[in-house]
């Protein structure tokens, strides 16, 4: 059997992120057992204490067994853990380190790559999270090579999982690894789940990152958002704040962590997105309301943001 832990953390962290888990293997244990296999999993939760609080006490976690007394496991959950609550889990860091070193794989769920990053085993590799937190885990890992549009990412036994309940997705993906694809359909029929979902991106919303302190820059971004449909090139911008085109681009990429093409296609998008979400019937005037005139160029743009096409989004988000 596989022995799993999964990490109790301390302080914030999401609930069904440790529960949705356990639940998981434990369903895909039941299911081996009716179908006359042996169950696959020896699943346990991992704390520091013997008791976690969340949600300011409403609810509690008992784990059956702390790090030390873990002297060897085969697979560690990483659930979401809140940022503000890394410091108090950093405990966790030596004893994830060291198991890998000795062969356990490693998977983080959400914004539990936050936790994961911090042993140092994401540098260089490839990684998801949550799409609101990926400017965020950026600046605080900059080692790490962050795919934000990613559901899953799987590489050298080290996985992580987007957003929210895509945490699924990853748990499905293991099961399908350790036991198969007919384990994974089931599982996915009986939680009625999608699977082999692979792009997060059409859940994203794109809000500007404001957050810094170059004034002319947040200006231009504010320039920006209010003329959406209007066609706004880089020399234009750079020359109504009087900077250099080429020193504008370097102090809008290190402020907003986008180049300013970037920036200005993903609000024209984002603003798209809200205009097909609300019904709009007729892409084109979609289209041109957010100053774009070529067809192609705006379909390849929509694409390539969202991971679905105009049509494809029209119809999964349009208000009925």
Not at 13 to 30: E, M, Q, V, W
Request: hydrophobic letters at 40%; aromatic letters at 10%; glycine letters at 6%.
């Amino acid at each position: 059997m596989k022995h799993i832990s999964i990490i109790v953390p301390q302080g914030d962290s999401i609930l069904s992120s440790i529960i949705g888990p356990y639940k998981t293997f434990r369903s895909a244990n039941d299911y081996l057992v009716k179908t006359g296999r042996s169950p696959a999993f020896d699943i346990h939760l991992v704390g520091l204490t013997k008791e976690t609080q969340l949600y300011g006490g409403l609810f509690s976690v008992h784990p059956d067994a702390m790090i030390q007394d873990i002297r060897k496991t085969d697979l560690i959950i990483i659930p979401a853990v809140q940022v503000g609550s890394l410091e108090k889990n950093l405990e966790f860091v030596p004893w994830i380190t060291q198991q890998y070193k000795h062969g356990a794989e490693i998977a983080s769920l959400c914004v539990g790559a936050f936790l994961l990053a911090s042993t140092g085993l994401l540098d260089g590799r490839k990684c998801t999270t949550h799409w609101m937190a990926a400017d965020l885990f950026r600046s605080k890992f900059p080692k790490v090579n962050l795919i934000p549009e990613k559901i899953i990412t799987d590489e050298y036994g080290i996985y992580t999982s987007g957003g929210a309940y895509s945490f699924l997705n990853l748990v499905f993906h293991l099961i399908e690894k350790y036991c198969g694809r007919d384990l994974k359909i089931f599982l996915s029929k009986l939680m009625e789940v999608e699977i082999d979902r692979d792009n997060q991106s059409q859940f994203s919303i794109f809000t500007g990152q404001k957050d810094h302190e170059d004034e002319p820059i947040k200006k231009a971004q504010e320039y920006i958002e209010s003329n959406v449909g209007q066609k706004i090139s880089v020399d234009q911008l750079a020359g109504l704040f009087l900077i250099s085109r080429r020193n504008f681009e370097r102090r809008f990429k290190k402020a907003t962590a986008n180049t300013p093409v970037e920036y200005l296609q993903r609000v024209k998008i984002e603003a798209a997105k809200k205009s097909l979400e609300a019904g709009r019937p007729n892409i084109n005037e979609v289209m041109y309301a957010v100053g774009y005139s070529d067809v192609k160029a705006f379909r390849t743009t929509f694409k390539k943001i969202t991971g679905v096409s105009p049509l494809d989004y029209r119809r999964r988000y349009k208000t009925p």
